[in-house]
């Protein structure tokens, strides 16, 4: 588990350091304090969630220059690697979480000594109380995860990062900075049991640039538009997940996908996909009695139908060069466990599999439902050839992290 979430960061400080084509010396580091709070995304989070969110970050920043022609696409970001501290606000059960991100500053307004950016960034991080160091991480049926730490399974997880934040030149080589995220820590199910923590902060801090007088954006005139074409991509990925908390086995995953993306403008492509899903999750069958009370889903027999998932995706991505990120949503056209959930409804069916169209109200709490989410980020090494990182999820829960190789035509 630990390499998988290391892969992850290597790869997007791999795409951070290629992402930086201008010398060290235009660079800036920023000081911040930070005040939040957790969110209460379920059941797991109301007896966790105890105080406030505090905690500083440090963080360097490269100004690109305009020597690739995504910098000039892009308003000329900035491109950083943060470390931040959080107290959690508990700390028998949550205790801190420490956090490295690489991370991209968007300029979306740029105008004489202000800046306001929009500021997306993963990573990885440390949290030092989760469900196995912590009260109540026993195997008595009885103890539920309103009385345990539910929502962290291990001590590495992924750390995501979405927020905006105003800058302001306040002297030479001074900018006064003020901001609010997203933050996100979970280990994408590699550990049960993991339910994550999403947390809204505010950011306030100074940042300070020593050779300001040599930072320079050089607006290199009108860059032609990209071709407009079509273009198309599979992608086969893996990974491993776990589902009950208790006995630890793990459980292997997969997707394979085809889609086409046409460009929209220099930055930003649209694409429709099709999507295939393995998850060998659900294999099992005659759980013990207590685990019925954890599970989502019904399933009295081991069937290679119950792992398969299929559906349509609308794809959006962001282009910087070689790297591309974005978020995709999808819709299950095949996918015989929406009639295996909630488990309690089919066992008061007398285990007997529902009947639900393609659409359907439904409680996220209870089942995965109808709709899934895939955050995708994508590094081409060649013409043809890519990698790829995602966190598929159903709404706020995530399912799986996977890794991939893809071909482009």
């Known amino acids: 588990m630990k390499k998988n979430i290391l892969n992850l960061i290597c790869l997007f400080s791999i795409i951070s350091i290629s992402a930086n084509g201008q010398g060290l010396r235009n660079y800036s580091f920023k000081l911040e304090g930070l005040y939040g709070s957790l969110q209460k995304h379920n059941e797991h989070l109301n007896n966790l969630v105890k105080g406030s969110i505090t905690g500083a970050a440090i963080s360097f920043e490269w100004q690109t220059d305009g020597s690739e022609a995504w910098h000039q696409y892009f308003n000329f970001p900035s491109v950083g690697v943060s470390g931040t501290f959080m107290n959690l606000g508990n700390p028998q059960m949550l205790g801190q979480l420490f956090a490295v991100?690489?991370?991209?500053?968007?300029?979306?307004?740029?105008?004489?000594?202000?800046?306001?950016?929009?500021?997306?960034?993963?990573?990885?991080?440390?949290?030092?109380?989760?469900?196995?160091?912590?009260?109540?991480?026993?195997?008595?049926?009885?103890?539920?995860?309103?009385?345990?730490?539910?929502?962290?399974?291990?001590?590495?997880?992924?750390?995501?990062?979405?927020?905006?934040?105003?800058?302001?030149?306040?002297?030479?080589?001074?900018?006064?900075?003020?901001?609010?995220?997203?933050?996100?820590?979970?280990?994408?199910?590699?550990?049960?049991?993991?339910?994550?923590?999403n947390m809204i902060n505010a950011y306030i801090g100074v940042a300070y640039t020593p050779n300001a007088e040599l930072t320079r954006i050089v607006r290199r005139g009108l860059i032609d538009y990209l071709p407009r074409r079509i273009s198309v991509e599979t992608t086969l990925s893996g990974g491993v997940r776990q589902l009950y908390y208790k006995d630890r086995k793990n459980y292997p995953i997969a997707s394979l996908n085809v889609a086409a993306y046409y460009p929209l403008t220099n930055s930003y492509r649209m694409g429709l996909g099709i999507d295939a899903f393995y998850d060998g999750v659900y294999a099992y069958k005659n759980v013990p009695q207590e685990a019925g009370l954890y599970l989502r889903t019904y399933i009295s027999e081991d069937k290679f139908a119950n792992k398969l998932r299929a559906g349509v995706s609308w794809r959006h991505e962001l282009v910087f060069g070689n790297f591309t990120a974005g978020f995709h949503f999808g819709v299950y056209l095949y996918d015989p466990i929406k009639n295996l959930e909630p488990y309690n409804n089919v066992m008061n069916n007398g285990g007997k599999p529902l009947n639900k169209g393609i659409f359907y109200k439904y409680n996220i709490d209870k089942e995965d439902g109808w709709l899934y989410t895939r955050a995708v980020a994508k590094y081409y090494f060649s013409d043809h050839f890519f990698v790829s990182a995602g966190l598929k999820t159903h709404l706020q829960k995530a399912e799986f992290i996977e890794w991939g190789l893809g071909y482009r035509f």
């Open 101 to 197: 991100y690489p991370y991209l500053q968007l300029p979306i307004v740029r105008s004489e000594g202000l800046q306001l950016n929009v500021k997306p960034g993963a990573g990885v991080s440390f949290i030092t109380k989760y469900y196995g160091n912590t009260p109540n991480n026993s195997t008595d049926p009885t103890i539920d995860f309103n009385h345990s730490n539910g929502a962290i399974g291990s001590a590495l997880n992924v750390f995501l990062a979405l927020g905006v934040n105003a800058e302001y030149e306040i002297a030479r080589g001074f900018k006064a900075s003020l901001g609010v995220a997203w933050n996100h820590a979970s280990n994408g199910s590699i550990i049960q049991p993991n339910s994550g923590i």
